[in-house]
């Protein structure tokens, strides 16, 4: 269980959002101004969902534009992370620019380039003050791995694994795991791929993926 902000409401006048703490409760509610909102959304890749009743979806597609296009709404994006990255004015900002853009390289399946973006991010992450590093990214974004995964970097993703793992309290990730197993079985390390995919599938049994591949190499002669 974790602590996530939910934003159900805004103040135009004070420009700021009503969040409510998904670990907490309705009884939680604060406010956060507009302007921290927009400098912790890149953190996720600013990405957003949107919700709308279906007669709306005129006008709802009239205000995203070419935006409404999922392929070109990552062109986009990975072409505004690219903007981040010249305009960020701290090795932070640089990090999460150069991630970004390699989250939405592996959207349009240009790992190659994610794995580059992703290079240069990990790069400038020793240049962020310890106590502003990001370190629980992996927990969250699994861009890193299908990178260096599809560009064969398999050694790569058992170290990012590794040190994911490692940082944490309880080594409680499943993505962490599953990655891992894939790659080392693409190393021939089977039984170590093995023992990956079921504690993957021990922490999260509806790990559909997870699931597939334990059974595959399970049945594999």
Known sequence: MGHYGLLVGYDEAREVFWVFDSYEGPE????????KVLDYWPHFNNTYIVIYPPERETDLFALL???????ENYRRAASRASDAIFA???PREQFFAWFNRGTNLVYLDDYAGAAQAYDQAFAIYPQIPEAQRPWRVMWYQTGPYWAYFYT???YDVISLADSTLQAMSE??????FYWRGLAKEALGDVDGALADLREALRLNENFAAARYHLNRLSSTP
Request: hydrophobic share 35%; aromatic share 12%.
């Open 88 to 90: 960020a004015e701290t």
């Open 171 to 176: 080594p409680v990730l499943e993505e962490s």
């Open 152 to 154: 064969g970097r398999y």
């Open 65 to 71: 534009g070419a935006d409404a296009d999922e392929t």
């Open 28 to 35: 939680s509610a604060f406010t956060i101004p507009y302007a």
